[in-house]
């Protein structure tokens, strides 16, 4: 009985010491982690996702995505920004196309039957998702490949788990020693 107690109470200070060697080096990404995350959580509450604009949508006649692109494209030139757009998202039922570009973070609202527009915004969400991620760092550097995310991710997710079980353990061995004297 007495040689179980001292295997348990060895066993749940190497749990101890694990869970401590993890913790200590990743703190900061698990605090900046968990910040990041309920950030995104309450995007739509604290709004720092843009409000899509209202347009009205009857009897009108869709314009050319190209005809977008290029109203985009000279939006971005007019005020020296990069023109490489990362992605156009084209809601002609709500008569919105939202153009966000490569390399910053501005969004831009696009009337898709007159091709003003109707808004201008920087996306608040995508900085904090990229912080979450990591990317911020690969964006920053401009690494095509995105290898600071890659190990930021890894080892955080990793860290994460092993902190987990270690946890586990260092509360189930207390109870199993107290069994163990009774």
Not at 89 to 96: L, M, N
Not at 118 to 142: C, P, Q
Request: charged share 25%.
């Amino acid at each position: 009985m007495k040689h179980k107690r001292k295997h348990l109470a060895k066993k749940s200070r190497w749990y101890r010491k694990l869970h401590r060697f993890i913790a200590v080096p990743l703190v900061l990404f698990m605090f900046i982690l968990g910040l990041s995350g309920l950030l995104l959580t309450w995007k739509n509450q604290l709004q720092f996702k843009p409000q899509i604009a209202s347009i009205n949508t009857t009897n009108l006649t869709l314009i050319s995505l190209d005809k977008i692109r290029e109203n985009a494209i000279a939006y971005a030139e007019n005020l020296d920004l990069s023109s490489v757009i990362n992605r156009i998202d084209y809601r002609p039922s709500k008569g919105i196309a939202k153009v966000r570009f490569e390399s910053h973070f501005t969004e831009l609202q696009i009337n898709c039957f007159t091709g003003d527009i109707v808004a201008i915004e920087n996306r608040s969400d995508t900085i904090i998702e990229m912080i979450h991620d990591g990317s911020i760092l690969d964006f920053l550097f401009k690494n095509e490949s995105k290898p600071i995310k890659l190990v930021y991710s890894t080892l955080t997710s990793l860290g994460l788990m092993l902190l987990s079980f270690s946890g586990f353990w260092l509360w189930k061995k207390p109870k199993q020693l107290k069994k163990l004297k009774a």
